[in-house]
């Protein structure tokens, strides 16, 4: 499976890297909204996580280019804990899901997983 | 006009009430004057009636004596014998040697019963006592029916004249001639009727020739001649003359001789001393009488403003009062009840209406002041919340990474965890700058003050970036004021901590290079050292301008957003100032302005 990994935050990008590379995933990291879009364009993934404290452009906004490039690409949103409420509009808006840092790697396994299965 | 707004309201009244006074004033004396002048008027003319006639009844008695010695004369038996047979001897001791010295008689004249005359005292030519050969036979005529009196010219002036038939005492017989007296009108005589009368006149006889407008000290109003034409036209006996600005009141009137002729004026002048001297009298109290109503008024205005003003002052001292202590608890004490006592009592409404509502917006500017630092709380809270979560959550991920590989694989390969470790270790590193930072930022700074040369300074902070700098292509230009004063209480190294603060953002805010200008000015007014540094920048986002100096907002991933926020509280603590204007696309100037003789708490 083709993920794309956006944070402004290099080290995190580097985690799931590191944690779904060795899986046979193919992992792309993308540290701006900017660069995110153009890489969805040029690499079309399946699934992408999606940081939503960004500077310049936050993940709503890519969250809602993303949607108008490929509907069918699965979004799940990475927030911290007390903005949860931001991340349930992210749904409405068409997120597949949310995560809250710090991470679990059991629950990014299991979205992974879904995902996965979704789209066979 | 401005002028007489800016008086006190007592000046107004009294400059009102003296206006007032003397436009009303002057318009009543002057209607009073004249009321005065024309009833003066009346009464000087009443007298001057009065007095004319006095003066023609002086005149009358004085021909009724004549006439009435005439008559003892004429019903004399002696007398009528003389008329019959006229003896000399006898009339000359009789009537020659007696009559003129005992009654003053000018001129006598016996006429018998035919008419001849045969006797004469004085010059009987000199008289013409209407016995000129025009006027005889009227006279004669006269005479012979019965006593006539009346004037008559004479070369010498005019005179009495008083004539009668010559009768039997006891009036039997016939009418025997006639007898008849004349008495010259001479000064003796006229001063006799002025002392009579009291009265100046003059008996102007000869009417063609007198033509003089001045008698002694009386000036004529008009000349004689015009007086007498004046008489003649208006058919009138009498002609008064009175205007108010001569010193005298005249009357005339024409003397008729028994013929019925013409022959002189009777000039009655009346010097005018009532008016005068009530018109003086009338000026003088007039003027004692607006002096005791202007002072009378004055009085009254002063008692009547100071009863009004009164409570007027009471309320600008409590006003000034309140203006002075800010104490709005104090209040105006008015006792009076009219409008200003009203005034004073919404005065006092309107002081506790304000205390309410000074209560009442402290009570809310508190509670804002409360939910702002709850509100400021909060949002560093926040801050740190995201500023600590990020390396947490790379430290956990890595945490998790390597469980894993010993939960699944039983052993880690060793570059795995030399890489986890490592990234671990550089994570945690930075959650504890973090937190550093937020210490730094939350507890109090202490300063360490001294003298400091902010040139001196700010050569070396830029000394220390320079050879950044010049590789990433940044110009620095030094724009420094020289004679610039020390800044006598400045932390040296927490304050070149700000200039780098502000240096590295400007660095930042170039990424392809640029200009930066430090410059510095000394503003002698305020006392204020100014630093100025001026970027060619990127430019700071109207929206990030006011939350430029609150903690944990950055714009870059790798700023903790504490930065300008640490700057800006040393800045406070030295009690200057940071200024910042920024144009998107242009650069930014950051403006520190710091006092130069001023000492500045230790801790902030």
């Known amino acids: 499976m083709k993920m794309l990994v956006v944070d402004d935050e290099i080290e995190i990008c580097n985690i799931f890297y590191d944690f779904f590379a060795p899986k046979g995933h193919e992992v792309i990291k993308a540290t701006s909204g ?53 991340a349930k509009n992210a749904i409405k808006l068409g997120a597949y899901d949310y995560v809250t840092k710090p991470l679990s790697f059991d629950y990014l396994e299991k979205a992974a997983l879904l995902v996965d299965l979704n789209l066979k | 006009m401005r002028r007489f707004r800016a008086f006190s309201i007592r000046t107004k009244f009294i400059l009102a009430f003296i206006i007032n006074s003397i436009f009303i004033g002057s318009i009543i004396l002057i209607l009073m004057y004249i009321m005065l002048n024309k009833g003066l008027d009346r009464i000087e003319n009443y007298y001057l009636e ?93 005479v012979k029916s019965k006593e006539i009196r009346g004037l008559s010219s004479t070369s010498k002036g005019l005179a009495y004249v008083a004539g009668s038939p010559i009768m039997r005492t006891d009036e039997s017989g016939p ?17 006799k009727i002025k002392n009579l009368t009291g009265m100046d006149l003059s008996i102007i006889n000869k009417i063609e020739v007198v033509n003089s407008t001045a008698v002694g000290y009386i000036d004529r109003p008009k000349s004689l001649n015009d007086i007498y034409n004046n008489l003649k036209d208006k058919q009138s006996h009498k002609f008064n003359i009175y205007k108010p600005n001569y010193q005298s009141a005249f ?184 937190t550093n930072s937020l210490l730094r930022y939350a ?30 292509n940044i110009n620095i230009a030094e724009n420094l004021k020289t004679n610039l004063p020390y800044v006598e209480y400045c932390d040296h190294r927490q304050m070149q901590d700000v200039f780098m603060n502000i240096i590295t953002n400007a660095r930042q805010a170039m990424p392809g290079g640029g200009k930066l ?38 714009t870059r991933a790798d700023g903790n957003g504490l930065g300008l926020a640490i700057s800006y509280n040393i800045v406070k603590g030295h009690r200057g100032k940071i200024e910042v204007e920024s144009k998107l696309g242009v650069g930014s100037v950051f403006i520190v302005k710091l006092p130069a003789g001023q000492k500045p708490g230790e801790k902030v």
């Open chain 1, 34 to 86: 900017k660069a995110a879009l153009e890489k969805i364009k040029a690499e079309k993934p399946n699934l992408v996580f999606l940081d939503i404290r960004m500077p310049e452009m936050d993940g709503i906004e890519v969250l809602k280019q993303i949607k108008q490039i490929d509907n069918a690409i699965a979004v799940i949103m990475v927030t911290v804990l007390n903005d949860e409420e931001t």
């Open chain 2, 50 to 142: 009065n007095e004319y006639h006095s003066v023609q009844s002086a005149i009358n008695n004085e021909l009724d004596i004549l006439l009435r010695n005439a008559k003892d004369g004429a019903y004399w038996d002696d007398i009528y014998n003389y008329a019959t047979a006229p003896n000399d001897a006898w009339a000359k001791s009789n009537v020659t040697d007696w009559i003129p010295k005992n009654f003053g008689i000018d001129l006598i004249l016996i006429f018998d019963v035919k008419d001849n005359l045969i006797y004469q005292y004085g010059n009987f030519e000199e008289f013409q006592i209407g016995m000129d050969s025009s006027s005889r036979p009227l006279i004669k005529s006269a």
């Open chain 2, 175 to 191: 009418r025997n001639g006639t007898y008849l007296y004349a008495k010259l009108i001479n000064k003796a005589r006229l001063e």
């Open chain 2, 517 to 554: 200008e430090i410059s510095t000015d000394y503003d002698e007014k305020e006392d204020m050292v100014y630093i100025k540094l001026t970027d060619n920048g990127c430019g700071i986002p109207g929206e990030h301008m006011d939350k430029l100096f609150t903690p944990f907002f950055s």
């Open chain 2, 443 to 472: 507890a109090p700074i202490t300063f360490r003050f001294e003298r400091c040369a902010i040139n001196k300074l700010l050569k070396d902070t830029i000394g220390l970036i320079k050879k950044q700098f010049e590789e990433e």
């Open chain 2, 251 to 434: 009357v005339y009137s024409i003397l008729k001789d028994i013929d019925g002729k013409d022959i002189g004026m009777l000039e009655v002048i009346r010097p005018r001393k009532t008016i005068p001297l009530v018109r003086d009298f009338f000026i003088q109290s007039s003027i004692w009488i607006f002096i005791f109503v202007i002072l009378a008024t004055l009085l009254t205005i002063l008692a009547i403003t100071g009863f009004i003003l009164k409570p007027i002052g009471v309320l600008k001292k409590t006003i000034g009062e309140i203006q002075r202590t800010k104490n709005t608890l104090t209040r105006a004490v008015v006792n009076s009840e009219d409008e200003i006592g009203i005034l004073a009592k919404e005065f006092n409404n309107m002081l506790d209406t304000l205390n309410k509502s000074q209560n009442d917006l402290i009570e809310t500017q508190n509670n804002l002041i409360k939910a702002e630092r709850m509100s400021a709380l909060a949002e560093l809270a926040m801050g740190t919340v995201h500023q600590i979560n990020n390396p947490l959550s790379i430290v956990m991920g890595r945490v998790q990474m390597l469980q894993r590989l010993l939960i699944y694989k039983a052993s880690i390969p060793m570059p795995d965890l030399d890489r986890d470790l490592k990234v671990i270790e550089e994570q945690t590193q930075r959650a504890v700058q973090i």
